[in-house]
């Protein structure tokens, strides 16, 4: 990791960054819809060209997959033309799993941005807000330990395995609990103060070598 | 030795409007106090740059020093390695500073700009040049490459809008210098209430940043 | 769907982990800002439509409206955050960048670093003294005068101290003042012994 790169990181609970490049990758993830009333010219826009066969409109009921930013943009509490569901992994049925074990959950596969995207979830007034801020909120907790002691566990080793079933979030913390366990054992053998080649001009010069080869 | 730097004026006491004389080893500490709270605060706080200006006078000098000394000199290497130190120290605080400015200029820029009269700049004269020039510098890029081919009602990104600013809800390790009574505490969930704390002196705290701010600027407190 | 060029510019920034800097993606970025006059052109003419009594677009346009600002976030994002891993570059190979690189940048981008660096340049010659301070040395806490350094390429003469030289040929070994070496470590001329 570079040194002097520091990224615009995501915002915190129901605030995005505008900027941070997590949250427009967040907000591209997709949840289901309905058309309230009927759309026209939107069908092709929407990428629901063939359904329905009536042109290039989208007929009342019909369901949709919309991403996180259009939701929120066409989102308006007075009139509901579109209306957004809940994706399965926020609903009841999950919600009991994760109270039951949140551990076993791949929170990657079933994400990648659990966390992020629950807590945007909450922009839409749906009667079941309390819950999901209660089940991510527990979620987090009881899966806290176990990425602390294995981030600070896993010393000189292949680390893939231990954050294949994290989502973003926790991926970053693991990453942050490793620069730590890294920065103290270099400190521990006496070669914090050794200087070090920028790890970007690390990066570029495998590249050329690569570059060579071809 | 002889204050800091030799003649000219030491630092201003924080807030009040003598001048101070400070020995070197004094003035060391109070470069090393600005570097630790400016290392872990969220924020960019305020110039010290009257600190900066003393230490980098007691550099010149302690090199003008060496080169007069005799080569060969053990003392010399032991000098040399301390103005090492302190220029590392320096360095590393400026730096830490910049980094700020440059991932907060446009609040950084706001904030002088409603600064009142009297009031100590957060900005060294020199730090806002390159504050200014930053924005001035990023805003015109971003106009050149894209905004300007944008439709009309989207050529206008407000910098002081869409760059975040600093997270004064982050939780900070201090130790305290002075003793301070009833500092109020905000509640961290619905449940609780508001408390006041009283904070002895010597003893360690992690607590919201934002609960002390105050204190870490009079130096009640010290960020570790 | 709208904003898929500009949101995939984000996702291979974003893929470039560690501040690495990918190519500058003129044409996706060119087809991105052509996307965006064609949604605001035609909201125009629905807009026109609408007044007349077409209420029925009225969605239509918001929805438009939406992608637009869409397409406008990602492309400024996309641009800061290349930025800021420009900047990064400044600080990590000092002032002259490889060519390697260079070629990743935009002329524009090129402008900005120029400007960075000059700014940065005259703020370092303002603080310490009469030289300045160069806050890109200095990085890691000094713990002794001098280091060992193994030389990792062929680099020619280089000078120390009152104009004392040594020459840098590959796998030669030295015994030099550490603040004259960082920078070169860092940029993987030298390599940093701990004894």
């Given amino acids: 990791m570079s040194e002097a790169y520091f990224p615009v990181g995501p915002g915190l609970g129901p605030e995005e960054n505008f900027l941070s490049l997590d949250d427009i990758l967040m907000s591209q993830e997709k949840l289901p819809g309905r058309a309230e009333s009927s759309l026209p010219r939107l069908a092709f826009a929407l990428g629901q060209g063939a359904a329905g066969g009536s042109g290039d409109s989208i007929p009342e009921g019909s369901k949709l997959e919309i991403p996180m930013w259009l939701a929120k943009g066409l989102h308006d509490s007075k009139r509901r033309i579109i209306s957004v569901e809940l994706p399965k992994i926020y609903k009841e049925a999950w919600r009991t799993v994760f109270s039951a074990d949140a551990n076993v959950v791949d929170l990657h596969k079933m994400g990648p941005y659990y966390y992020s995207f629950g807590s945007q979830l909450l922009n839409f007034d749906n009667p079941e807000n309390p819950e999901i801020a209660q089940t991510i909120l527990q979620t987090f907790i009881s899966r806290f330990r176990r990425i602390m002691d294995s981030s600070q566990n896993a010393y000189n080793e292949d680390t893939s395995m231990l954050v294949a079933r994290l989502d973003e979030l926790e991926r970053a913390l693991f990453r942050a609990g490793q620069k730590g366990l890294n920065d103290f054992q270099c400190w521990e053998k006496g070669q914090a103060s050794q200087i070090t080649v920028s790890s970007l001009v690390q990066n570029y010069g495998k590249r050329k070598f690569t570059d060579m080869d071809s | ?224 | 769907m709208a904003g898929e060029r500009a949101v995939g510019l984000v996702r291979e920034l974003q893929r470039a982990a560690g501040g690495h800097l990918p190519p500058f993606r003129a044409e996706e970025l060119r087809q991105a800002l052509e996307e965006m006059r064609a949604l605001y052109e035609r909201n125009q003419a629905d807009v026109s439509e609408a007044k007349a009594g077409r209420t029925d677009l009225i969605f239509l346009i918001r929805f438009r409206h939406c992608c637009l600002l869409r397409n406008q976030r990602c492309i400024v994002a996309y641009l800061y955050d290349r930025l800021l891993r420009i900047r990064a570059l400044r600080w990590e190979y000092g002032s002259i960048l490889p060519n390697a690189i260079q070629f990743h940048m935009s002329a524009e981008e090129v402008e900005w670093f120029n400007r960075y660096k000059k700014s940065l340049a005259t703020y370092m010659r303002s603080v310490g003294g009469e030289e300045g301070l160069d806050l890109t040395q200095d990085i890691k806490p000094p713990k002794s005068l001098y280091i060992e350094v193994r030389c990792l390429k062929d680099y020619g003469e280089f000078e120390i101290e009152d104009g004392t030289t040594v020459l840098l040929k590959k796998n030669s070994q030295h015994f030099l003042p550490r603040w004259k070496c960082e920078q070169l470590i860092r940029q993987g001329v030298l390599e940093h012994i701990l004894s």
């Fill in chain 2, 1 to 224: 030795m002889a204050a800091a730097g030799g003649e000219g004026p030491g630092p201003e006491a924080a807030g009040g409007g003598e001048e101070l004389e400070l020995t070197p080893a004094q003035l060391i500490r109070s470069l090393e106090q600005a570097w630790l709270n400016e290392k872990f605060a969220p924020e960019l706080l305020e110039s010290k740059a009257e600190i900066v200006e003393c230490v980098v006078e007691q550099l010149d000098h302690m090199e003008s020093n060496l080169k007069r000394a005799k080569a060969g000199d053990l003392k010399v290497s032991v000098h040399r390695m301390e103005i090492e130190r302190i220029r590392y120290v320096l360095s590393s605080y400026l730096r830490c500073r910049l980094v700020k400015i440059e991932k907060f200029f446009p609040h950084v820029l706001e904030k002088e700009k409603s600064r009142a009269e009297g009031e100590p700049s957060i900005l060294s004269p020199e730090e806002f040049a390159f504050a200014k020039e930053y924005m001035a510098n990023t805003e015109t890029y971003l106009k050149n490459v894209a905004l300007k081919h944008m439709p009309p009602n989207l050529q206008k990104v407000s910098l002081l809008k869409s760059v975040p600013k600093p997270n004064l809800d982050s939780f900070v390790f201090l130790r305290v210098l002075e003793r301070q009574e009833n500092i109020l505490v905000e509640p961290e969930t619905d449940e609780q209430r508001e408390y006041t704390i009283d904070l002895e002196e010597g003893s360690q705290h992690l607590i919201r940043y934002k609960t002390i701010a105050p204190l870490v600027a009079s130096g009640a407190v010290q960020l570790i």
